[in-house]
């Protein structure tokens, strides 16, 4: 989680909502990312995202079973569609997002019967770091 928090500040310094996240593939992290929401005036620019397709092109497969993704904030609808889709084996977050998030709170996406992929979730890695860098960022400019 350490280098998601790290991307994570990149994203800030670069006026970004700072939300970083990690791949790890067979205990090696592969992709290390930040949101790009503005710099690529894209909606769907976040690290989740970028993240997963960065790293079906390293292992060369539409499917991350093997995978485990380190994300610095609760996923939101988008990326928790996308994290199933992807079929992470592994899903570890820090802050929660009680506005935008997906997985405890919001919709709870991984919690339906619908959904095909339940990956093995962890929350509260690193979330105190994680909330403090947030706070931080919309203080700023609030």
């Known amino acids: 989680m350490d280098h998601a928090l790290v991307a994570a500040m990149d994203a800030a310094n670069a006026n970004e909502v700072p939300v970083g996240a990690v791949v790890v593939f067979r205990g090696k992290v592969i992709v290390t990312v930040r949101n790009r929401m503005r710099e690529l005036n894209d909606a769907t620019a976040h690290a989740e995202m970028l993240a997963i397709s960065a790293a079906m092109k390293i292992v060369g497969s539409g499917r991350l079973n093997e995978c485990d993704l380190y994300v610095t904030l609760e996923p939101c609808t988008m990326c928790a569609g996308a994290i199933a889709h992807a079929r992470f084996r592994r899903l570890c977050y820090g802050a929660q997002d009680k506005k935008a998030g997906a997985v405890e709170n919001g919709v709870q996406f991984f919690a339906h ?30």
């Open 113 to 142: 019967a619908s959904c095909h992929h339940h990956p093995e979730i962890i929350s509260g890695i690193g979330a105190e770091k994680s909330e403090q860098l947030l706070k931080r960022f919309f203080a700023a400019r609030r």
